[in-house]
């Protein structure tokens, strides 16, 4: 049966390396589980937003389940779904400080009674509507062209450009460099954080060159295993050693939580379920919000969806098979992650993960979601190891290598060709944003292409978006940022 549902024969996969690829992604993956909550509810940053923790986890899970359903079974791509990273912060950060002033000046006005509405329900309402325009725009067919009008060099370059940023990614989120001030190394080699990462590293790289089966969950289990047993070895390391700041400031000693129970009961999707505010998210101050965030998921999810085609070699004659029904499954997504209370839900880009481990079809993202269920109810061994960047990231730096290897197909001898593509290449890490990176070489490539003679080879829908972009960026988001 599910070799004719999700035509396991006809990619050259089995079951078994399907499931084994949704575990993996659903691994590289799962940190979102707790860092969705922590962002969304302020504790992260430690101002309150009024929404509730478990509510979100909660939320966080069920969107990324049912978004990754939809694509396994409609989209039949082993693309797994989750809120994103970025478009969370952004919600938090930019929108509801705007949503809370706008609510402040209507009341003050006497327009609107206090306390009927708060900037995170009408921040909801704003995904809501987003996710709305973006499902129309994909069942129009508009999102389906753009991605063909896309050149080969382009396309390889969205999937570098994406190799490098989740290496990067990982290197961050481990402390191994930092973005703070300038991209800089930390020399600090004996923080347990480091250690931790390096092993699994080592583990990881190792098993993948002599090509064993589910080399990237053997390094996240080997790193988790040698973790635990690093948190609990610490006390011997004797007292000189464990007051020392590089051990005192790590995570492993403050931030990993070794599990002590295996269950746990989900919290309730009460407080944030059918809550947004789809009127007050309508007002003009808040239009240019949604406008926002549909460019965000429109080019994050592009990026994705071609780096990840790209890399499972599931892009023919510069098409993408069932483009639509991916493109229809990611909208859907976001629309239903606004109702059950969460922010954006997009394609996450660590689906490669368990595309090198073999994932082709379907069935790989079904697997994810089942699993976002399961981590309903283990949280505690989900929260373990999702909450320790260090044990996950190695993962995420294999992949990137892997996606390297794209480099040889970009059209070095045609500069029009692949100057574009190398501003994506060096635009999605160093701005550390796939649509941010995109919307570089998408600007640049008609403009290159006509100056260079070859106007003829550029397709009119990139003329378009090339004008839309500059003009987003003139007079959007210049304004609002």
Not at 309 to 330: F, K, M, T, W
Not at 389 to 415: E, Q
Not at 469 to 481: D, E, I, P, S, T
Request: contains cysteine.
């Amino acid at each position: 049966m599910l070799n004719r549902l999700f035509r396991l024969a006809e990619h050259h996969t089995s079951v078994r390396t399907e499931l084994l690829a949704g575990l993996t992604t659903f691994l590289t993956m799962a940190y979102i589980i707790v860092v969705q909550p922590a962002v969304l509810s302020g504790a992260m940053s430690g101002r309150p937003t009024g929404m509730e923790f478990g509510a979100i986890t909660t939320a966080t899970c069920l969107s990324a389940a049912l978004a990754s359903a939809i694509m396994g079974l409609y989209g039949r791509y082993p693309i797994a779904q989750a809120p994103g990273m970025g478009e969370n912060f952004f919600f938090v950060v930019t929108l509801l400080p705007a949503a809370a002033g706008m609510i402040a000046s209507q009341v003050a006005a006497g327009e609107l009674a206090a306390n009927t509405t708060s900037p995170w329900q009408i921040g909801l309402g704003v995904i809501f509507w987003s996710g709305m325009i973006f499902l129309g725009l994909s069942m129009l067919g508009v999102r389906e062209k753009l991605m063909e009008a896309v050149s080969p060099s382009m396309r390889n370059g969205i999937a570098i450009g994406i190799g490098l940023f989740i290496a990067l990614i990982g290197l961050e989120n481990t402390r191994l460099v930092s973005l703070k001030n300038g991209l800089s190394l930390n020399p600090q080699f004996l923080s347990p954080d480091l250690i931790v990462f390096f092993f699994g590293l080592l583990v990881t790289a190792g098993l993948h060159a002599r090509r064993v089966r589910g080399s990237i969950i053997w390094g996240i289990l080997a790193a988790t295993g040698f973790a635990v047993a690093f948190k609990l070895g610490l006390p011997w390391l004797g007292k000189a050693a464990t007051s020392a700041p590089v051990v005192r400031g790590s995570m492993l000693a403050g931030q990993f939580t070794i599990a002590h129970s295996v269950v746990a009961r989900p919290p309730s999707i009460a407080p944030t379920l059918f809550k947004m505010d789809l009127v007050g998210a309508l007002s003009w101050p808040m239009l240019p919000f949604i406008l926002i965030f549909l460019f965000m998921v429109l080019f994050d999810t592009l990026g994705t969806l071609i780096g990840v085609a790209e890399q499972a070699g599931l892009i023919h004659e510069n098409r993408l098979p069932r483009a639509r029904q991916a493109l229809v499954s990611d909208a859907l997504g976001t629309v239903a992650g606004a109702a059950l209370g969460t922010s954006t839900v997009t394609s996450f880009i660590e689906s490669t993960a368990g595309v090198e481990q073999g994932g082709r079809t379907g069935l790989t993202a079904v697997c994810a979601a089942v699993l976002f269920l399961v981590a309903l109810f283990f949280s505690p061994i989900i929260n373990m190891i999702g909450s320790y960047p260090p044990i996950t990231a190695p993962a995420l730096v294999v992949v990137g290598s892997m996606m390297m290897r794209n480099v040889v197909k970009i059209d070095w001898d045609n500069y029009a060709e692949c100057m574009p593509a190398f501003l994506i290449v060096l635009g999605i890490p160093v701005t550390f944003s796939i649509a941010d990176g995109l919307a570089l070489g998408f600007i640049a490539y008609p403009v290159i292409k006509l100056l260079a003679g070859q106007g003829g080879e550029v397709r009119w829908l990139m003329y378009v978006m090339a004008l839309v972009l500059v003009a987003y960026f003139l007079f959007v988001r210049v304004q609002v940022l």
